[in-house]
């Protein structure tokens, strides 16, 4: 089961980018990187997923280097209501176990004025 | 598409009572969970279903009973609650396991006295 590790907090304007940085040592040939977004009372909803490379979506960038130990969630000309906290998980494509996938405590992203 | 919907959205009960938390998909998802979410935590797994029919504990599943009813229903059942599992309740689905996307429903605010 891959670990990752991500800072506890960040903070930020309105307007600017924000990268987010999680690391997994021990990442296995056929797990992905995924990272979701909780909003306060609500469950998390998915954001962005990859495996190797960079994966754009409407919302963000995925950035992850080629010996794949760690990704980067850039989040361009945040706003106020990106406000949330951000999970880095790493799951096994293949899997049936539902455990291989560990939410952890995430990055909680404050963005102010 | 209703997409994951629990009941009820709050509960108080006594030390020793009994409940049921309901779930359900209309994705017709194969994978379901439960996971528990306390102040200022990530969220924790406490059981998951592969398939229907089948049920796997997860990180903290003491204290807890679930049921896979059929495909689109995945219960939870606390037989005698205590204080420490006051704490928010979050089912999900996804149509894999592993790296599969999970939706997550709106969540159950339990409190235990």
């Known amino acids: 089961l891959a670990k990752t590790t991500q800072p506890i907090s960040m903070d930020s304007y309105e307007g600017q980018e924000v990268n987010i940085t999680c690391s997994h040592n021990n990442i296995a040939t056929n797990d992905y990187i995924t990272w979701y977004q909780q909003f306060p009372s609500q469950g998390p909803r998915f954001i962005i997923q990859?495996?190797?490379t960079k994966v754009t979506n409407e919302v963000a960038s995925l950035f992850i280097p080629a010996d794949r130990k760690s990704s980067t969630l850039s989040l361009p000309r945040v706003s106020l209501s990106d406000t949330a906290v951000y999970y880095c998980l790493v799951g096994d494509e293949n899997s049936n176990s539902g455990y291989a996938l560990n939410f952890g405590k995430g990055t909680s992203l404050l963005v102010t004025p | 598409n209703a997409g994951v919907t629990q009941t009820p959205k709050f509960q108080v009960l006594k030390t020793g009572q009994s409940m049921t938390l309901q779930c359900a998909q209309d994705m017709n998802h194969n994978s379901m969970y439960w996971y528990r979410q306390d102040p200022g935590m990530g969220l924790r797994l406490i059981y998951y279903s592969a398939s229907e029919g089948t049920t796997d504990k997860g990180e903290v599943p003491n204290g807890y009973n679930v049921s896979r009813l059929n495909k689109r229903e995945f219960s939870l059942r606390l037989e005698s609650a205590a204080p420490s599992q006051t704490s928010v309740y979050f089912c999900?689905?996804?149509?894999?396991?592993?790296?599969?996307?999970?939706?997550f429903g709106p969540g159950t605010r339990l409190t235990v006295l």
């Open positions: 999900a689905s996804s149509e894999g396991g592993g790296a599969d996307t999970q939706y």
């Open positions: 990859g495996y190797k």
